[in-house]
């Protein structure tokens, strides 16, 4: 019997073994690329909004929403491809390496420090507005359903509302206008 149970124990232990040494998939460093398609998935649904608010007498402030959506998802399509173009992990582990050898005693490797921090808070600056701009995005949208579906079709309350949704959205939208140019392709 405790020949079994020993046996037993040593199968478990061999199976678990195997399974802490079986070679596994390295995890990216940096997070995974943003589906476009969810965007896409918003912008559908504005359309259909719009479209559905067609008769509405606000028809004229959905439509200027509905194309003031479109120009952010363009701005977030921008920022996406900025941010394809800065190496963020590599960038990372240059700014380490370069900190290292500046607390070395390497004091020329300052200013290379800073260019990379540089790039560094750009790629930052980026995702914060990408964020800021996909947010909203969903809000605009879900602010032209909820107008869709009030009950104040004929009142000034649904005009007021699409007007500000459209002034919202373009008050974040100059965030995009006014980033700086992605810094210079090519190893950090």
Do not use: F, K, Y
């Amino acid at each position: 019997m405790a020949l079994l149970v020993a046996i037993a124990l040593l199968a478990a232990a061999a199976g678990s073994l195997l399974v802490l040494t079986r070679r596994r998939p390295v995890a990216r460093a940096s997070p995974p690329a943003r589906d476009p398609s969810n965007d896409v998935h918003w912008l559908d649904r504005a359309q259909l909004t719009v479209d559905q608010l067609r008769d509405h007498p606000h028809a004229d402030d959905a439509a200027g929403v509905l194309a003031e959506l479109r120009a952010a998802a363009a701005d977030i399509d921008a920022v996406n491809r900025a941010l394809a173009v800065l190496p963020v992990s590599r960038l990372r582990r240059t700014r380490d390496h370069l900190a290292a050898r500046i607390e070395a005693g390497e004091t020329e490797l300052t200013s290379a420090h800073r260019a990379v921090s540089d790039r560094l808070a750009t790629a930052e600056r980026l995702r914060a507005t990408r964020d800021a701009l996909t947010t909203r995005v969903h809000a605009c949208v879900i602010g032209l359903e909820r107008v869709r579906d009030s009950g104040h079709s004929a009142g000034t309350v649904s005009g007021v509302e699409l007007v500000e949704l459209r002034a919202n959205l373009t008050e974040v939208r100059v965030l995009a206008r006014e980033l700086p140019e992605v810094p210079a392709r090519g190893r950090p």
